[in-house]
């Protein structure tokens, strides 16, 4: 008798369940011969838990053994592992009980006695079924990973380095942080990370921790139950459990309480979830991608951010890079967001002028890809319906780094003596943009309160820019 043969790499990985021990020793002898990678169990319960341990591509089981029996284990295999293609044999065979198989959605039947080149042959055909199931999937990924990372837009180092880091991480499961400036596209990084990866069929859902209110931020991300607090009048999953089966994008996450720190700790150290007013945990799967814009290092060391979920975070590290580290970018970026604000505005997007595109190239840009984006919408504005010219960008890309006082002098003119409440005016607005009218960070980086920034809003009359962009965390009023 020949030794049986070491499995190829990437062979089809077969579960046998049987209970008859002489069957099972040679079907399982007989396909490790051929070259699959074959496991066996002596019944249902068994193949359950070696199915824990690690997946198959096909469980070829016996449908009468004692205890669960091959149909409920063919209904089990169906919600737990679905990607699983379950072949069912019987010494009792008939067409009826064939059609009812494969309606309960068995791949395959074979009937006792068979012998056992007939199921090498149905496994056969299993595998190539699966080969091309996968290279669909596989290119099914590519797409969703072009569509999502040429929005990356730029051939610099950084952001080639950035694309490099994407599709790595994009390829695991682990845990990722992606840091950098506000306004650098951590959103979009972290849809590339999702949608270039085997969760993409699942739900991607983002959560602003920054826009939650701290007292309602456990119900927000854990979920309630009915009865759980007052106004709780029907049972709400959270954020963790609505992107089970997905991927949890947790934007900002800096600003998450330090007392609810400890409960998403545990939610990421043992997949499951307790809900506000549950006795009872949810078990959830669940991809993690987190970002933020402060130094996470440093709030550790002033005890501001829990450092055990430091580490489980920063499992991989993505560092987006601002705008101002790769300005040969400014060129393609700007026409790239030029298109999407004309499509949105269903109006033709002329381009820019030499002039334009130099002012935009010379420009540090320090709000970022959210920064040029504002500037360019209200460019669009302003030019009506021509190409957008220098005289159309806002004044601080005209002249970068002048004071309104300054740029009157540089071009000629008398230098006027600003009220108080035009210089506030302006701040303001200026700090508006670099935000892209995120009112909340707006707020914190002027050092006052979210009710004091609509009003000075309301006041001078300020003018948002014409919708979100796609790098935008709206806070919880803005939306």
């Not at 008939?94 to 309960?104: L, R």
């Not at 959103?187 to 999702?194: F, N, V």
């Not at 600003?418 to 707020?443: D, F, P, Q, Y």
Request: charged share 25%; hydrophobic share 45%.
């Amino acid at each position: 008798m020949n030794a049986p043969a070491e499995p190829r790499p990437g062979a089809l990985r077969v579960l046998v369940v049987e209970d008859d021990p002489r069957l099972l020793d040679i079907l399982t002898r007989h396909l490790d011969r051929i070259g699959y990678a074959v496991r066996g169990a002596s019944g249902a319960a068994a193949a359950l838990q070696l199915l824990e341990s690690a997946s198959s591509d096909v469980v070829l089981s016996d449908v009468r053994m004692p205890g669960m029996d091959g149909r409920t284990l063919l209904a089990e295999v169906r919600a737990r592992h679905p990607q699983a293609k379950v072949v069912l044999m019987t010494a009792f065979g008939s067409v009826d009980d064939a059609v009812e198989a494969m309606q309960a959605g068995a791949y395959s039947y074979v009937v006792k006695p068979f012998k056992v080149e007939t199921v090498a042959a149905v496994l056969r055909n299993a595998a190539r079924e699966i080969e091309l199931n996968r290279e669909v999937e596989g290119l099914r990924r590519s797409a969703r990973w072009r569509d999502t990372a040429d929005r990356l837009v730029g051939a610099s180092a950084p952001i080639r380095e950035v694309r490099r880091a994407l599709r790595e991480a994009a390829e695991v499961l682990a845990t990722v942080l992606i840091t950098g400036p506000s306004g650098t596209g951590k959103e979009l990084a972290a849809r590339a990370i999702h949608y270039g990866g085997p969760r993409a069929d699942g739900p991607f859902v983002p959560v602003n921790c920054a826009a939650i209110p701290e007292p309602l931020f456990e119900s927000a991300l854990f979920g309630h139950r009915k009865g759980a607090f007052t106004g709780a009048v029907e049972s709400q999953p959270g954020f963790v459990e609505q992107s089970s089966g997905g991927t949890l994008f947790l934007d900002e996450v800096a600003e998450i309480p330090l007392g609810q720190q400890a409960k998403l700790l545990r939610v990421l150290q043992e997949s499951e979830v307790t809900p506000v007013g549950s006795p009872r945990s949810v078990r959830v799967d669940l991809r993690v991608v987190a970002a933020a814009n402060r130094d996470l290092e440093a709030m550790v060391r002033r005890g501001a951010f829990r450092e055990d979920l430091f580490y489980r975070l920063n499992v991989l590290r993505v560092e987006m890079p601002p705008l101002s580290a790769r300005r040969e970018d400014v060129p393609p970026l700007a026409e790239h967001l030029l298109v999407d604000i004309a499509r949105a505005q269903n109006a033709p997007a002329l381009g820019f002028t030499a002039e334009a595109l130099r002012a935009l190239a010379a420009y540090g840009w320090p709000g970022n890809v959210r920064e040029l984006r504002n500037a360019i919408e209200r460019a669009f504005v302003s030019a009506r319906g021509r190409r957008i010219d220098a005289a159309d960008l806002p004044a601080a890309v005209r002249q970068p780094g002048a004071l309104p006082a300054e740029r009157a002098a540089a071009e000629g003119g008398k230098v006027p003596v600003l009220t108080l409440a035009e210089v506030e005016k302006a701040h303001i607005e200026r700090v508006l943009g670099m935000t892209g009218w995120n009112r909340s960070m707006a707020a914190r980086l002027l050092g006052i309160d979210r009710r004091t920034i609509f009003a000075k809003i309301q006041r001078y009359g300020l003018v948002g820019p014409l919708r979100p962009g796609p790098d935008e965390a709206l806070d919880a009023e803005d939306e």
